[in-house]
């Protein structure tokens, strides 16, 4: 098992550059451990896509059509007060986002304080820097 960040998953619904290497990736392990908030993360960044001209809206109905089946396998890190409060101590050390920070912590909590037994699989530079510095093991799928 792997855990999943957002950055990760939209190739997995959408072509981009790195969707190759990240369904290899998923197809090595197909099992995705996620926080609560991934789909729904997910989804505004299809829709932005939509916005934006890169998708139109039949790509973006089967986008979610395949997220809705993904998500239905995975497990997910609900929101609690031990992910909470684990955000807040990685903004305090680490130059992230605050949904970056629930991804981490959610991240931090699924491994019950011993990261280095949950791969974390994420496209986000940052993100994976702070992963890295907290002791995960980062899967970036196309990196040799």
Same mark, same amino acid.
């Given at each position: 098992?792997?855990?999943? =960040? ?47 001209? /890169? ?12 997220? =809705? ?11 609690? =007060?031990?992910?909470?409060?684990? *955000? ?9 986002? !605050? /949904?970056? !920070?629930?991804?981490? *912590?959610?991240?931090?909590? !699924? ?13 986000? =530079? ?10 995960? !093991? ?7």
């Amino acid at each position: 098992m792997r855990f999943w =960040d957002t950055s990760a998953v939209v190739p997995l619904l959408v072509a981009e550059p790195a969707t190759r290497a990240v369904v290899e990736a998923y197809e090595h392990d197909p099992e995705v451990l996620t926080w609560w908030a991934t789909e729904v993360e997910v989804i505004s960044a299809l829709a932005r896509r939509e916005r934006e001209g /890169a998708l139109d809206i039949s790509s973006v109905s089967e986008s979610i059509r395949r997220l =809705d089946a993904l998500a239905r396998a995975w497990r997910e890190v609900q929101p609690t =007060d031990g992910v909470r409060q684990a *955000a807040s101590r990685l903004l305090r050390v680490h130059a992230l986002r !605050a /949904a970056d !920070a629930l991804q981490l *912590a959610a991240a931090v909590v !699924a491994s019950e304080g011993h990261p280095r037994t949950l791969p974390f699989v994420t496209l986000d =530079d940052r993100l994976a820097e702070a992963a890295q510095r907290e002791g995960f !093991a980062i899967v970036a799928p196309g990196e040799p």
